[in-house]
């Protein structure tokens, strides 16, 4: 688990890398460190894993004890309020592959990929709210080995996610054994026999936008005001007293929704109670196997003419989640600040349909032995 909290040592002056200068250090209206554009300089919010932090600016790891060559399960949550993770296992520096088996909570062989287990990549990348579990193999003894998060690009007006190390990974003979460990001859989880989501045709799409302004117009320096809207609606900032739902969804029913980026920092889409796939990336159709719940978006760049966006297929057939609920950003400042939404869910017997532009609204965890 790894979440972020307020700097240890916030006077503490930035770190000059290399031969390049230490980058200044500017803040947002919430006063949080903007991204600095370099990869390096102060961090927004110091990081800690499993309770240990890793404070700024010494970064002293944790540490994670293996059996040489030893594979593990790995399930991060990223429980950080606003900080973007890129994870990297590195073995002297070279990255290693990581094989994925869930995101968000679901095994990577549902949604119509029993043929396919395993996704393997060499870095991760984890919004706030994101999860995800993944295969790795320990170094052999005597190698360099750790656990880092790299540089997130969250915009010019983002908050500054540098390169850190996270825990040091350290193997020897007589490490612990982990807390749990996989059955030696699991039960196998029943097939669900259900198309995959992106084979279904959605029964409508519709498109949101995150946008943002300064609470006092006049005042740019003013806090913000966030907003998540239904396109062809006014931006409002979200109601939790309001007495209607953003969106209404019929029970039973498959949509694409657009999620544009209006502003010039990173927002993650999230939503509670159904997972979508991921179809398109800026316009550019994906081949993502997984299902997820939360998402990045990329930011605009404050010029082009067309916002950056994803399209998602989400899946709302399910009758347990008939009732109202959430979406919004999962960035804590944003969602706080009115960049959220409801959605409610009619029961099929009862809902009535809607038009197509309708704009209302099995395995073990290796559990971290962490020290300082």
């Known amino acids: 688990m790894i979440r972020d909290q307020e700097l240890k040592h916030p006077d503490a002056a930035p770190v000059q890398t290399d031969s390049m200068p230490a980058p200044q250090v500017l803040r947002d209206a919430e006063g949080d460190i903007l991204n600095s554009g370099t990869g390096g300089g102060k961090p927004a919010k110091d990081l800690s894993i499993n309770f240990v932090p890793v404070p ?4 002293e790891p944790a540490v994670i004890t293996m059996w040489p060559q030893e594979r593990q399960l790995w399930r991060v949550l990223n429980a950080s309020s606003i900080t973007y993770l890129d994870l990297q296992v590195l073995f002297n520096d070279f990255a290693q592959s990581l094989g994925v088996v869930a995101m968000d909570g679901v095994p990577i062989n549902f949604n119509g990929n029993s043929a396919q287990s395993v996704v393997w990549k060499k870095h991760l990348l984890i919004p706030p709210a994101g999860r995800v579990e993944f295969i790795v193999k320990g170094p052999k003894a005597g190698l360099r080995a750790s656990l880092v998060t790299r540089t997130v ?4 007006v983002g908050e500054n996610d540098p390169t850190r190390p996270l825990a040091t990974i350290v193997t020897a003979e007589d490490a612990a054994e982990p807390q749990s460990r996989l059955a030696a001859s699991p039960a196998q989880l029943s097939d ?8 279904i045709a959605p029964t409508r799409t519709r498109k949101l936008y995150f946008s943002e302004t300064p609470q006092d117009p ?11 809207t239904v396109d062809g609606n006014t931006p409002m900032p979200f109601d939790p007293n309001a007495a209607l739902p953003n969106i209404t969804v019929k029970q039973g029913d498959v949509e694409d929704w657009i999620i544009e980026n209006r502003t010039k920092e990173l927002h993650d889409f999230h939503i509670h109670q159904v997972h979508f796939q991921l179809l398109q990336w800026n316009g550019v159709p994906v081949d993502e196997p997984y299902l997820r719940d939360t998402v990045n978006v990329a930011y605009w760049d404050g010029g082009s003419p067309v916002y950056p966006s994803v399209r998602l297929r989400l899946d709302f057939r399910s009758p347990n989640i008939v009732g109202t609920f959430l979406y919004h950003c999962h960035l804590l400042e944003h969602e706080d600040g009115g960049m959220m939404g409801t959605v409610r869910v009619d029961a099929a017997q009862s809902a009535t349909s809607r038009p197509k532009d309708d704009r209302g609204s099995g395995a073990h965890s290796a559990v971290f032995h962490t020290t300082q």
């Open 153 to 156: 690009d969250s915009g010019p």
């Open 192 to 199: 669900p026999h259900v198309s995959p989501l992106r084979d």
């Open 218 to 228: 006049k005042n740019p320096n003013s806090p913000t005001v966030f907003y998540l």
């Open 56 to 59: 700024y600016p010494k970064y």
